[in-house]
């Protein structure tokens, strides 16, 4: 099985080819491709690498699927002692994201 650790946006992901995975929001229109190049990790069946901190000549291709918006997040404050209480929320913008081939 193929599969490498990608870092997108400051997080990091574990994708195989013909994965679907849910990321911050990249901007660009739905079929756009994208070439990820961050690879810290690559496996190969039996051959591993590891990037130190990054792999060089690794790149992961991918396109877009579409945009959304995640579920709400609640966000609440307060003060100790001086009845104060407030309550955000937000909803995060996310990205969909198709793994296409593995480099």
């Known amino acids: 099985m193929k599969y490498a650790v990608v870092k997108i946006g400051g997080s990091q ?8 995975i849910v990321v911050d929001k990249i901007d660009g229109e739905k079929g756009k491709s994208l070439i990820f190049n961050q690879i810290l990790l690559l496996v ?16 992961v291709k991918a396109e877009i ?5 995640g579920k709400k997040i609640r966000v609440a404050t307060y003060k100790a002692k001086s009845r104060y ?11 969909r994201v ?6």
């Open 13 to 20: 992901y574990k994708v195989a080819e013909g994965d679907e």
């Open 98 to 103: 198709k793994i296409l081939s593995i480099m």
């Open 65 to 69: 699927v579409g945009q959304f918006k």
């Open 85 to 95: 209480r407030r309550v955000k929320g937000f909803r995060p913008l996310l990205t």
């Open 44 to 59: 190969d069946d039996q051959r591993i690498q590891i990037g130190q901190p990054l792999l060089k000549e690794a790149k």
